[in-house]
């Protein structure tokens, strides 16, 4: 169910429309994570001084230069973890046309969707881009700790929380909130499972770029899969 729902996926990803939402969701991501560092980099600028002088050494100068540049450093590795939970909030504003674009392609002739209310759309997206980010936050602080077992809190938290979000995210466009968190509730390990394998190319450079449409596609299969509904 979860290869096949996957494998589909992978085809969807080349068809018209969905390399411009991974555009659209790598683009705004990118500027975000500039934004970002330009704003460390005034802040460091605005509180910390020039020069400033130590007992026995003398006058240090170029510190917030030198930190600029550490800060750099900084948001390039943490960009590494970053980059694809952003970029997959960013694109949720969009998984409604990677929905519809699935959809139209292999489930015709299904009834009108259940249409989200904008508020509720963003809403949503703005929950799932803060959890995800939060809690990649909090892990990328616990990875120099227990490095022998990172790999397993990477995919095992983003699994999670990739399954539970692109899962819910399918479902609540078939049928009431309530409804969705009810049908996850029942297919918690398969959804886990599919989340854990929509986070291996989260590691591999480019690639993890298009995870996001590549989960809303996949996702969008299994949801219909549960249920009952062959494309």
Do not use: C
Not at 41 to 55: E, K
Not at 160 to 185: P, V
């Amino acid at each position: 169910m979860i290869i096949t729902s996957y494998v589909k996926a992978w085809g969807d990803l080349l068809r018209p429309g969905a390399m411009k939402i991974v555009g659209i969701g790598v683009a705004l991501s990118l500027g975000l994570l500039i934004a970002i560092y330009l704003a460390m980099v005034w802040l460091i600028g605005w509180l910390v001084p020039d020069s400033f002088s130590l007992p026995f050494i003398g006058e240090i100068g170029h510190i917030d230069t030198a930190l600029s540049i550490v800060s750099a450093g900084i948001m390039l590795f943490a960009s590494m973890f970053l980059m694809v939970p952003v970029a997959s909030a960013f694109t949720g504003f969009f998984l409604e046309d990677v929905a519809e674009l699935v959809e139209n392609e292999h489930y015709p002739t299904l009834p009108p969707v259940r249409k989200l209310s904008l508020t509720e759309s963003f809403a949503d997206t703005l929950r799932f881009f803060g959890v995800i980010v939060v809690a990649n936050l909090i892990a990328l602080m616990i990875y120099p700790f227990v490095i022998p077992l990172a790999p397993f809190l990477f995919f095992g938290l983003n699994g999670y929380l990739l399954g539970r979000e692109y899962f819910q995210m399918a479902a609540q466009r078939r049928m009431e909130r309530d409804a969705a968190r009810a049908l996850y509730q029942r297919h918690k390990l398969t959804v886990w499972m599919a989340g854990a394998l929509m986070a291996v190319p989260l590691s591999i450079p480019i690639l993890n770029l298009f995870v996001p449409v590549l989960g809303a596609a996949g996702f969008t299969h299994l949801f219909h899969a549960v249920t009952g509904r062959r494309g």
